[in-house]
């Protein structure tokens, strides 16, 4: 059977050769399902694992707008269609200069099983641009947003594809966007993208869930395996969306977090993070996490140096939050964190562990909450915005954090019981693979070769 896998893992990487991440992430899933493939022949003669690794849909496009100073630029949009088989087509969009067809093909098959594992009918896609938003104004981020939504809206709808936000779309492009479709439609299909603010039918917990979700996922976690997460220390990667509900959760459940950081660098402050002052500087200034210095002088500063170990994984911690991108920890980085005593990992962002660093992790008795598991909560609570839209009505902040929690729950449950039945020990990344696998590969052999 490992023939099967490896005959089609040496495909993938034959077809798309220049793309690094989706292979990895393509190696990551297809290795771990040795067990659930012996047991389904038929998943071999209907091609199941070829089809799913192919994108049923790719759109790539032109997106051009116009600077401040009247420059005209021209950025590439994509939106990969991956998997329709248990939904619409489901997963944010990312606008970041490195952009490329490779990560948005790794994120929207990682989307695949992630959304499987929420319980929730929606099938995964992803989609964005190599648009840097750092540094432009209100004005140009507007005009950008509605020459990508001037072709997306052709590919998407309430009932076929319902983008949210990711790296660099936040709740202001989001507006933006949709301001443009309803433009476009003459219509108000709230459902067609998720993450909007609550005035015109976002859901209350949304801009908290992925955090807020990694967290109770984490909770499942130690709590199982006799840790209490109370007065841990903990450090996170990345100051963004992610990352601020995740150290918010945290703190609430009693753990201190000490160091928090960008892409330039990380701020330590051993007294704890003050988190309002974190979400000043990037939620409402926007500003550097450097800034963090004025109104602490005490805390310390330590810029990341390109190709080296980035800065804030050189601090020890107990638990560490991956919450910025992919590809962050690597072998080099996995056994710093150990030699420093970390006892759990939790992938807030989407591949932040490469491949190496997951076995080392798992190899060393390092507890690892994988993200196509511990960061669904923002997909999860994504589908209950899009609930709320089709019942035109919308649940209490109190509601909304009782089914994400919920859901959480149950996603560690799977994990759990594959764990069990295919005896995987600490390896909850091979357990989230087969959890969401399973799900989608009877979906696919139900609905025949398509
Ligand atoms: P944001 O744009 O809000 O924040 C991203 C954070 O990560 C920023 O602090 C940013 O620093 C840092 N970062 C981004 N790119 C890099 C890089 N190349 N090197 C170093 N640091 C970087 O994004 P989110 O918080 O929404 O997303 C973070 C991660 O979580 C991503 O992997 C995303 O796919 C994943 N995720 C997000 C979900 C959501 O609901 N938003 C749901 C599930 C997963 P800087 O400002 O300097 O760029």
């Known amino acids: 059977m490992q023939d099967y896998i490896s005959e089609v893992l040496s495909k993938v990487e034959a077809k798309n050769a220049n793309e690094k991440e989706f292979c990895q992430a393509v190696y990551e899933v297809l290795h771990t399902l040795k067990p659930v493939v012996e047991k389904h022949p038929e998943y071999e003669k209907t091609a199941l694992l070829e089809r799913l690794v192919e994108p049923e849909r790719i759109i790539m496009f032109r997106v051009p707008w116009v600077d401040d100073k009247g420059v005209v630029h021209v950025n590439r949009g994509y939106r990969v269609q991956f998997s329709g088989a248990i939904g619409p087509y489901k997963g944010g ?8 067809l490779s990560i948005i093909k790794f994120l929207g098959f990682e989307q695949i099983f992630k959304n499987a594992l929420t319980g929730l009918p929606i099938g995964g896609a992803k989609g964005g641009s190599d648009f840097n938003p750092k540094g432009k104004s209100d004005n140009e981020i507007m005009r950008f947003c509605q020459s990508f939504m001037n072709e997306l809206q052709r590919h998407i709808g309430h009932n076929l594809d319902v983008p949210a936000g990711d790296i660099g779309v936040g709740a202001r492009e989001i507006g933006y966007l949709f301001g443009q479709y309803r433009k476009i439609k003459n219509a108000y299909e709230a459902g067609v993208l998720t993450g909007k603010a609550l005035e015109y039918g976002g859901s209350l917990v949304r801009k908290e869930a992925t955090g807020f979700g990694l967290m109770y996922f984490m909770h499942c976690m130690l709590e199982k395996h006799g840790i209490d997460i109370k007065d841990k220390t903990v450090t996170i990667s990345g100051s963004g969306n ?7 959760k945290a703190m609430e459940m009693g753990a201190k977090v000490v160091a928090m950081s960008d892409s330039n660098g990380c701020i330590y402050d051993k007294n704890g993070i003050d988190l309002d002052e974190i979400k000043r500087i990037k939620e409402v200034e926007r500003l550097r996490i450097k800034e963090y210095l004025k109104k602490h002088p005490d805390a310390k500063y330590s810029e990341n140096i390109e190709g080296k170990t980035p800065a804030v994984y050189e601090i020890p911690a107990q638990i560490v939050l991956p919450c910025a991108t992919q590809n962050d920890i690597n072998l080099q980085t996995a056994q710093l964190l150990t030699k420093n005593g970390v006892l759990a990992i939790g992938e807030g962002a989407n591949m932040p562990t490469d491949n190496e660093a997951i076995e080392y992790f798992i190899n060393n008795n390092v507890l690892l909450a994988p993200a196509k598991a ?5 997909v999860a609570t994504s589908a209950l915005e899009m609930s709320q839209n089709s019942m035109r009505y919308s649940w209490s902040y109190e509601e909304v954090d009782h089914k994400l929690k919920e859901i959480m729950v149950n996603i560690y449950k799977s994990c759990l019981m594959a764990i069990n039945e295919y005896n995987l020990g600490i390896n909850y990344s091979a357990a989230a693979n087969i959890a969401g696998f399973k799900k989608v590969a009877s979906a696919m052999m139900e609905q025949g070769i398509i």
């Open 242 to 248: 992610v990352a601020i509900y995740a150290a918010q």
């Open 93 to 100: 969009l990312r606008f970041h200069e490195n952009v490329n």
């Open 374 to 378: 511990a960061n669904a909560g923002g």
